[in-house]
């Protein structure tokens, strides 16, 4: 018996088969982010990897080129990157106040604003520009309606913590971002679960966005970011995802807010956010 598997498996390994992990023509066997071909192989749209294409493949930020937005006197928290008239705006989430750390008013929930930055390009270099909402505003995010203008969405004061629970999948997620591609919805969020609760994020998926969502509870990035020049930060949150998209859809930059120092999310800490660049 023993020696007939055997002999099979070096048959198969020979012929140089593999075992089909997708069904030919399905783009959901491909998490969405690609369409299987006649092999059984998916192949991935821009920005995406790994055998399910349920990866982005994120790229070394380089130190000596634009990489977000880190402001000592004002620690952000993440949010989203909109282009208009020749200038990348900002919207994100802001300490209000300049106080010494974890003191009252260094409550994220109690002293949060939303500011709006202008920049060069996706990833910066960012200069202020107003205060878009004040004190007790928070968790921003901008989109741009079919007829241009821009609305700002962001949670009041009073607003409680968003728990996404896809269909028998009851997994602690928060800071959904959700987006519509050609082939169906899609979701980043900051992911709950142990280990690395606090750095940690997920990818999901839905066709039609209403429900059977997909949640895969892969880890969507490291909490530890190697740099291009090799140098490595030891982020002790790394939550709130966001994306910056190309013209055609395509993810150029993962957008997450991190901190190197603290983990208690309970206070702002020494935040700041994160442009990663996407591979495409």
């Not at 070096?10 to 690609?34: Q, R, Y």
């Not at 969405?153 to 028998?168: E, I, R």
């Not at 991190?258 to 020494?270: A, K, P, R, S, T």
Request: aromatic share 12%; with cysteine.
């Amino acid at each position: 018996m023993w020696s007939t598997l055997l002999l099979l498996f070096c048959l198969a390994a020979l012929s140089g088969t593999v075992a089909p992990i997708c069904s030919e023509g399905s783009e959901t066997d491909c998490s969405l982010n690609g369409v299987c071909n006649n092999e059984g192989v998916c192949v991935c749209d821009p920005g995406w990897k790994g055998d399910k294409c349920n990866q982005l493949k994120l790229k070394p930020p380089s130190r000596l080129e634009p990489h977000g937005y880190f402001n000592g006197s004002m620690p952000t928290w993440g949010g989203d990157v909109i282009y208009e008239n020749g200038i990348y705006h900002a919207f994100l989430t802001a300490k209000g106040y300049n106080t010494p750390p974890y003191d009252e008013s260094d409550r994220y929930v109690c002293n949060t604003a939303i500011i709006r930055l202008e920049g060069k390009s996706p990833a910066g270099p960012f200069e202020f520009a107003e205060v878009v909402l004040p004190v007790y505003h928070h968790e921003t995010h901008a989109i741009r309606a079919p007829d241009e203008p821009v609305f700002g969405w962001h949670a009041p004061k009073d607003w409680p913590p968003s728990l996404v629970y896809p269909v028998g999948q009851i997994i602690s997620n928060e800071g959904a971002f959700i987006w519509r591609s050609k082939r169906g919805y899609h979701m980043l969020t900051h992911c709950q679960l142990s280990p690395n609760h606090s750095t940690r994020g997920a990818y999901g998926y839905s066709k039609d966005g209403l429900s059977s969502w997909t949640l895969l509870p892969d880890l969507m990035w490291d909490a530890n970011m190697t740099w291009a020049d090799g140098s490595v930060s030891y982020f002790k949150r790394r939550q709130g995802p966001g994306l910056y998209f190309d013209d055609n859809g395509h993810p150029l930059y993962l957008l997450t807010p991190v901190d190197e120092l603290y983990q208690d999310g309970c206070n702002w800490g020494h935040g700041w956010t994160l442009m990663q660049p996407i591979e495409h």
